[in-house]
T-cell receptor
Framework: AQKITQTQPGMFVQEKEAVTLDCTYD???????LFWYKQPSSGEMIFLIY??????QNATEGRYSLNFQKARKSANLVISASQLGDSAMYFC????????????FGKGTRLHILP | DTGVSQDPRHKITKRGQNVTFRCDPI?????LYWYRQTLGQGPEFLTYFQNEAQLEKSRLLSDRFSAERPKGSFSTLEIQRTEQGDSAMYLC????????????FGQGTRLTVV
């Protein structure tokens, strides 16, 4: 069975600092995808970034980058130069292949950006 | 396409009543997912479809929950004999098939069982 673990229930970060949100996963699939979503207080789920298990380079999308360490089964999200609008819940998610390709989510990390 | 839409946005029901939620996915997407989310938690997988075929239903889901996607387009999630513990946000998402495709979420239906 696949599993996503996010061990940081909450984080406080000063505005303009970089922040790393941790995510570890477990799967027996060789091919899988890892995703990060943002959920502001308004409730919508916003897709941020994707990393494929066979991608050789870490994914980047603007201020978001993914520190992918396959051997350690970790896929940490790095937000550079944090902004007040980054305050939200952040979820790591995974999608496998073959017969178990549903998307599963971790419990999330609540990020607070301090002015 | 305007994205994934869910109806209703809010539902208040008395304990023991049946409720049904609707999800209209992005039209080109063949995958459709239902999740349940309680306050401060991550989305909990309920079930998902490939077109009209239900691929998996969570083992944690009681028999009071059922979902359909009759023509491979919209989907309904029904909860029979609602209990207070069913109070949550019910999220629908859709995607293409494939490990590298993200899911797009609707705004959710917030259920309150009184």
């Amino acid at each position: 069975a696949q599993k996503i673990t996010q061990t940081q229930p909450g984080m406080f970060v000063q505005e303009k600092e970089a922040v790393t949100l941790d995510c570890t996963y477990d799967t027996s699939d060789q091919s899988y995808g890892l995703f990060w979503y943002k959920q502001p207080s308004s409730g919508e789920m916003i897709f941020l970034i994707y990393q494929g298990s066979y991608d050789e380079q870490n994914a980047t999308e603007g201020r978001y980058s993914l520190n992918f360490q396959k051997a350690r089964k970790s896929a940490n999200l790095v937000i550079s130069a944090s902004q007040l609008g980054d305050s939200a819940m952040y979820f790591c998610a995974m999608r496998g292949t073959n017969r178990d390709d549903k998307i599963i989510f971790g419990k999330g990390t609540r990020l607070h950006i301090l002015p | 396409d305007t994205g994934v839409s869910q109806d209703p946005r809010h539902k208040i029901t008395k304990r023991g009543q049946n409720v049904t939620f609707r999800c209209d996915p992005i039209s080109e997407h063949n995958r459709l997912y239902w999740y349940r989310q309680t306050l401060g938690q991550g989305p909990e997988f309920l079930t998902y479809f490939q077109n009209e075929a239900q691929l998996e239903k969570s083992r944690l889901l009681s028999d009071r929950f059922s979902a359909e996607r009759p023509k491979g387009s919209f989907s309904t999630l029904e909860i029979q004999r609602t209990e207070q513990g069913d109070s949550a946000m019910y999220l629908c998402a859709s995607s293409f098939e494939g490990v590298n495709t993200e899911a797009f979420f609707g705004q959710g239906t917030r259920l309150t069982v009184v």
